[in-house]
């Protein structure tokens, strides 16, 4: 079996069992009574979901010798951030929070597994072609928005996923100061990663010319 082939199956197995532990704990939450959308609200269920996504067309295309352009790798990269903050704030803030119904081998795999795996996935197989760093603006949209959202929704229904987002938690100049300090941490996490993806060579090089994505 060829390296590419090796690495597609990576990629496509890490992408799976995410989506099977997703799929598992949403069955969970929904029995228990809790609303859908309370699930897809964790910035933890994102940052998976679009990992788990990126990385199944990333086995695809990497199967087919093929790279997709520079707006994908953008994506690309905004998932990695996603997953390198979800296991460094889970790590920092969230260790020792009690986590519900939550299974272990789920809590596991998507706060310590994934992002590692996805992280060391951008390193190995970094981009052919280079992310400019004017397209950081385009990064760091996701995680202003879901703030944005969180704070937002959060007022209106009395319902935060995350315990330092809740104004009861320290009045809302703590929530202002976590949110500035996630906003940086995205945009550094962001620089470092696009600098790195620019500067290492893919160890599997496309066999075809890269399709520009819009």
């Known amino acids: 079996m060829t390296t ?6 990576i990629r496509f197995i890490l992408g799976a069992v995410t989506l099977i532990a997703m799929g598992t704990q949403l069955s969970i939450h929904v029995g228990n009574g809790f609303p859908v959308v309370n699930f897809f609200s964790y910035f933890t269920n994102l940052g998976n979901l679009l990992a788990a996504v990126v990385l199944m067309v990333e086995a695809v295309l990497i199967w087919r010798g093929k790279e997709l352009g520079p707006l994908w790798q953008v994506l690309r990269c905004v998932s990695v951030v996603c997953m390198a903050l979800v296991g460094i ?11 519900g119904s939550l299974l272990p081998w789920v809590n596991t795999w998507m706060h310590y597994i994934m992002p590692i795996a996805v992280v060391a996935d951008w390193l190995v197989q970094s981009p052919r072609l280079r992310i400019p760093l004017s397209k950081l603006g ?25 315990p330092f987002l809740n104004p009861a938690n320290g009045g809302y100049g703590a929530v202002a100061v976590t949110c500035v300090l996630i906003a940086v941490a995205f945009i550094v996490t962001s620089t470092v990663l696009i600098v790195l993806g620019n500067k290492l060579r ?6 075809q010319p890269a399709h520009v994505a819009a």
Do not use: E, T
């Open 4 to 9: 590419r082939r090796i690495l597609a199956a």
């Open 89 to 99: 704030v889970f790590s920092a803030l969230l260790r020792n929070v009690d986590l």
């Open 138 to 162: 385009i990064a760091v949209i996701f995680p202003l928005v879901y703030l944005a959202y969180s704070l937002i929704r959060g007022a209106a229904i009395d319902w935060y996923a995350y």
């Open 202 to 207: 893919p160890l599997v090089p496309p066999v």
